[in-house]
């Protein structure tokens, strides 16, 4: 095989994000101080960015290159463009959060940045290999990342319950694999699984394997009943990755889940039929955004209560799978729409959680926010403009991000449903969001909050506060992107 | 029926009967040892007996590196790792609850029943088995597996060593001093 130069052109926001992830760990241990690595890996991210847009306008093949390994097409395009954002308000936030804690390390932007590589790979795969490679990447990176605080015993705590856990994920997929791999006759390319599904559906070993599949790629996404890491990794990560977790690994994971459902598995009698995915991925969507929101209720630590709203929020997303697995028209840009205005909404909020705390003192719980607004009101009138994003209320781009995919799935009457539920769901959240909302205005300041200056975590905050207005009152600019990323049909 | 031809599947049987036993076993001794060092050994009995499969499926080139990579090189950092970490048992992280060993129970159950009734219906099943012919005339050598590697494999290959680096910087950042408790810290 040669490799044309076309091949790697199409990978290059890939090949920079990680190049430069290489370079920002040489460049750490080569100058002084933490800031050249930094601003090299923020100038990578623009960079990638920028390779992202080129290849959008250049619209790719629609054709999986590398042998079948990936493919280079609009929805891979747009998930990259919402990873490298994300990569980059961890960037910006990260570098305060950790000279205000004093744990500063160099690894920390290598790392995010090798996280980034790993969810674009997943995004772009269309091999059960790539797919593997990818997740494993990102997982690492990720386990990396939380046990990094190294002075914070509960960051230890919630790393090696993600790593082991993850570990027994990442088993599942490699099992899931061999199977599939068995019982198509030798086929792990998306496209040949598609092209031997119709036979092998009545073979339970192959349903075995796609399940085992499909179990492995729902724990990334913390669903019920694998989302028991969650809270743990989510409470114990120093909170820039966590809002990194809550965001950008999400997004990927369920970019990945798209690609997966979308093409290998699509196959009508593997979805619908009497073993079908689509009825249990529904009965997890419900479990899921249930479990979510009544655990969230009871939580007096934003973080925890944030990474269970978060396990809630990947319930309201399997809805737009389940859709996709009905052939719904239109359930894949809403999805898209959904994942860009929740992965701005949690950045946001995330910045904010990172922000109030001061070294030894991180101020996590509820009643450490009493009277925010009464100090700073520009931040608790951001905080609250992105909780209503995250519950749904109009005019955000949370509203409309939930707005599109609820709309997809009424198309189905089989899943009406599921989209009452989830708004009964949507309304039981209100309540908890507004609780940090009520603390904020209502209760006398106990201790005042005193942030520190930080123009990073201003920039961050500023802009995913007009963004998820922009999503909310003029959607059409990213709805439009959204729709130019159908999955091709090879 | 050609005498040889039964006798040599018999041999095929009796030699695949002994190897999968050898996995089987070396499994479940690793995960039921208390002992580290003694699960590790039977780690290597698991390693060599699946060595030994990948041989009787004509990987050759696979088999050395398995024995090379995984009994050789792979246990003896483990033997290292156990030898010099050598950490009383801490409390294990599962779950002790009644009803999730329950549920544990019930799955493990559930999928060893699948998986039973797979194998014995195996032979009315809709089984896509690979190809019954014979494996090409290179199949398994070094030459065919390196093709395969830097040809159709060639990304997967390139992107497990962001993986293995990833898993360094790792290793080194979580090992290292903490340095700030003996920075600015005064309290």
Redesign the interface.
Known sequence: MTIAAAQIVALSPLLMITGVGCLALLLDTMAKGRAPALWLAQLGCVAALLAVANQWMGSGSSQPIWSGMLIVDRMALFLDGVLIIAALATLLVAAPFMREHEFEHGEHYALVLFATAGGMTVVHATHLLSLLIGIETMSLAAYLLVASWRRQPAGAEGALKYLLLGAFAAGFLVYGTALVYGTTGGEMSYAGIAARAARAADNPLFIMGAYFLLTGMLFKIAAVPFHMWAPDAYEGAPTPVTGLMASGIKVAAVGGLVRLLGSAFANPGLALGHAGWVRVLGGIAFATMTWGNLAALRQENVKRMLAYSSIAHAGYLMIGLVALGQKVDGAQPALLVYLAAYAATTLGVFTVVAWVGRRDDERLLIRDWAGMARTRPAVALAMTVLLLSLAGVPPTGGFFGKFYVFRAAMQSPDLAWLVVAAVLNSLVSVYYYLRIVVAMYFRDPVRPWQPFPSVGMAIVLFVTVVVVLALGVVPRPVVELAAGGLVTHW | MNLAAHSASMAETIVFAILSAGVLVGGLLTVTRRNPVSAVMCLVLTFAALAGLFATLSAHFLAVLQILVYAGAVMVLFIFVVMMVNREESTP?ARQGLVTRAAGVLAAGY?FY??A??VSHERT???????ATPPVKDFGTVSAVGALL???????FE??S??L???V??GV??TRH?R??H???V?
């Open positions: 992280i999928v699948r998986v009734w797979l099943l809709p089984l896509l088995a690979a190809s830097f040809a159709d494999f060639l990304f997967p992107a497990i962001l993986l680096l990833l898993a910087v790792g950042m979580l903490v700030e408790d920075s600015s810290r309290s």
